[in-house]
Nanobody, 116 residues
Framework: QVQLVESGGGLVQAGESLRLACVAS????????MAWYHQTPAYQRERIAT???????NYATPYEDRVTISRDTLKNTIYLEMNSLKLDDAGVYFC??????????WGPGTRVTVSS
């Protein structure tokens, strides 16, 4: 099993930047990839970006120009840097892992509020 804890959310103004972090613990050697998801206030959850065990990254088209996913393997942590935040970026941000075997794991999420 893997435990995930997100952090870095809070209140930001539109146009500002934000960096989120997700720390993984447990069977981290079985993680194939990690990803960030955004859940809107309407409860739609969409993938933002993925980083694989080998360090390859993949971005969802709506976000690719404004976000960067990165990792610190020594800290078992991934990050999501978001620039030029918009009102639509408000919501809860979740960290997800895909494993060699077993189901995906999700963190509890971190909430981002964007003010105009």
């Amino acid at each position: 099993q893997v435990q995930l804890v997100e952090s870095g959310g809070g209140l930001v103004q539109a146009g500002e930047s934000l960096r989120l972090a997700c720390v993984a613990s447990g069977s981290t050697d079985r993680i194939v990839s990690m990803a960030w998801y955004h859940q809107t206030p309407a409860y739609q959850r969409e993938r933002i970006a993925t980083i694989t065990r080998s360090g390859n990254t993949n971005y969802a088209t709506p976000y690719e120009d404004r976000v960067t996913i990165s990792r610190d393997t020594l800290k078992n942590t991934i990050y999501l840097e978001m620039n030029s935040l918009k009102l639509d970026d408000a919501g809860v941000y979740f960290c997800n892992t895909k494993m060699e075997v077993s189901s995906d794991f999700w963190g509890p999420g971190t909430r981002v509020t964007v003010s105009s």
